[in-house]
């Protein structure tokens, strides 16, 4: 008989670099193998799973949904649905919502979306500008607003007047954008680039920027969002209002969900058949989502996901201080963390599986440290002490 990683090869793309391990069951900040063995997975299959596996409020809200019907098209309104734009809108700067399946997806609406903005005051004024090593997403449009080569070179030509520029270089943005600019999307901590943070004062004149130039302020907040970094919104622990704020990943408790979230003044850009999603806006998965919302909005929740973020990276730094010549740098906010190794990032993650640690790697050479929002102090003790018996190994 053939084992499932047997049939894994043979029946499914080969597009991933799978773990070694047959994951049967979760629950909370463990995933358990076939053998019964306990990982404590330090990334929550990549900040998706923000309350923990199989979280009681979100199963609840899934069967209570499912109960009553799993799908309707997009041509009636749906309760749950309306329920979570609502929450969305009163707890961001937004006006109105458009669900998405993922966070590609919404990118690739805020594109189309900058691109009508922008030739409803002038037919060329169509140039987007992103960031170098920055990560929007796979799909062609979202590949192109990507700024890494690597994951384009080979689906080439790529989407026109997509500019990108470094990272927290306000002299080079000054010479990049002008009035043919129609929008800027931006993280502002880089995921995938290496859990980088824009500085506050760069921010400030990106804003004055996009004021002179009429261009608008799109925010990725795919990996951000949600409480990830402290706040429900990265955006919201600096002097910038964006026009339009895109989600997913946390955002459906497991269950593929993305949105775009826009400003009052472009509620009416989009019209009837100017976009669509068969899927987007499922209602079992926006009932989830706004379990989720319920839950990481109750007072004093954001706050201990910052104690928390604080508490793992004095710690890291601490540990940076007994092993200086692995851990490089410590770079993060709230609970995306990034420990830069180097060159030891790979042995540090293949490690972590023998002592039951999940850890994964970004930008070839930084350890990322997403975990459930609601991990406890005992939970983050146990990363820790296994982080640093790797660490002595390595």
């Known amino acids: 008989m053939k084992s499932i990683f047997e049939k894994d090869n043979e029946y499914i793309l080969n597009l991933y670099k799978r773990n070694n391990l047959h994951i049967t069951k979760a629950e909370g900040c463990y995933l358990y193998d076939s053998n019964g063995q306990s990982y404590l997975d330090m990334f929550s299959g990549i900040a998706v799973n923000s309350l923990g596996q199989r979280n009681k409020e979100v199963i609840k809200a899934i069967e209570k949904q499912l109960s009553k019907y799993n799908h309707l098209s997009n041509y009636f309104v749906s309760e749950p649905v309306i329920d979570l734009a609502q929450f969305l809108v009163e707890f961001s700067s937004a006006s109105k919502v458009f669900f998405t399946n993922s966070g590609a997806e919404a990118n690739e609406a805020a594109i189309k979306l900058a691109r009508k903005f922008g030739r ?167 009932a989830a989502g706004t379990a989720v919302l319920k839950t990481i909005t109750k007072e004093g929740f954001s706050q201990q996901v910052t104690g928390k973020g604080e508490y793992i990276i004095n710690k890291l730094k601490s540990l940076k201080k007994r092993h200086p010549k692995i851990i490089k740098e410590i770079r993060g906010k709230g609970l995306m963390i990034g420990i830069d190794v180097g060159e030891f990032a790979n042995v540090i993650k293949e490690r972590g599986i023998k002592h039951c640690l999940l850890l994964n790697v970004t930008s070839n050479s930084v350890i990322r440290i997403l975990p459930p929002l609601n991990i406890s102090y005992g939970e983050i003790d146990e990363f820790l002490n296994k982080f640093e018996l790797i660490l002595k190994e390595t």
């Open 120 to 286: 409803t005051i002038d037919i060329d004024k169509t140039e987007i500008v992103t960031f170098y090593n920055s990560f929007h997403g796979r799909t062609t449009g979202t590949m192109t607003l990507t700024g890494q080569e690597k994951y384009k070179d080979s689906f080439a030509p790529v989407l026109p007047q997509i500019k990108h520029v470094k990272f927290n270089d306000i002299d080079e943005l000054k010479k990049v954008v002008s009035d043919r600019t129609c929008a800027m999307f931006l993280e502002i901590v880089q995921g995938e680039g290496g859990v980088r943070q824009l500085c506050p004062k760069y921010v400030q004149e990106l804003s004055e920027l996009a004021k002179k130039h009429n261009f608008l302020l799109i925010i990725d907040e795919i990996q951000t969002g949600l409480c990830r970094t402290g706040k429900l919104f990265s955006y919201q622990s600096l002097d910038v209002v964006p026009d339009v704020i895109t989600l997913a990943k946390g955002l459906g408790g497991g269950l593929p969900l993305g949105a775009m979230l826009v400003s009052e003044k472009l509620d009416n850009i989009l019209q009837h058949g100017d976009h669509g999603s068969t899927f987007g806006g499922n209602p079992v998965a926006c």
